[in-house]
Nanobody, 121 residues
Framework: VQLVESGGDLVQAGGSLILSCAVS????????TGWFRQAPGKEREAVSC????????YYADSVKGRFTISAAYAENKLYLQMNNLKPEDTAVYYC???????????????WGQGTQVTVSS
């Protein structure tokens, strides 16, 4: 299993970014897939996650209405469209393949190397 993120950048508040994750070694039916982030001094948190069983999608309250997760199955890619970015969105964003969107761990699930998103005020 391999996940490789790209698209992180420095952006002004109110701006937009699209994060991409190229996945290999599994299909989107095998794992729940999503985006997670970790800010300095804070624990990793789920941003958006798609359940592999029923396709339901989870969004953290802090990003609802601003972020959209999508997948290009034929290309084995996962995306995160981020609009109206805020300074508090600053974090390293990780693409993850997890057993469940509501139950995941750094040790037992699969993660990319992360991509830095910095939002200036």
């Amino acid at each position: 299993v391999q996940l490789v993120e790209s698209g992180g950048d420095l952006v002004q508040a109110g701006g937009s970014l699209i994060l991409s994750c190229a996945v290999s070694g599994f299909t989107f039916d095998d794992y729940a897939t999503g985006w997670f982030r970790q800010a300095p001094g804070k624990e990793r948190e789920a941003v958006s996650c798609r359940d592999s069983n029923d396709g339901s999608i989870y969004y953290a309250d802090s990003v609802k209405g601003r972020f959209t997760i999508s997948a290009a199955y034929a290309e084995n890619k996962l995306y995160l469209q981020m609009n109206n970015l805020k300074p508090e969105d600053t974090a390293v964003y990780y693409c993850g393949a997890v057993i469940h969107c509501s139950s995941w761990s750094l040790e037992n699930d699969y993660w990319g190397q992360g991509t830095q998103v910095t939002v200036s005020s």
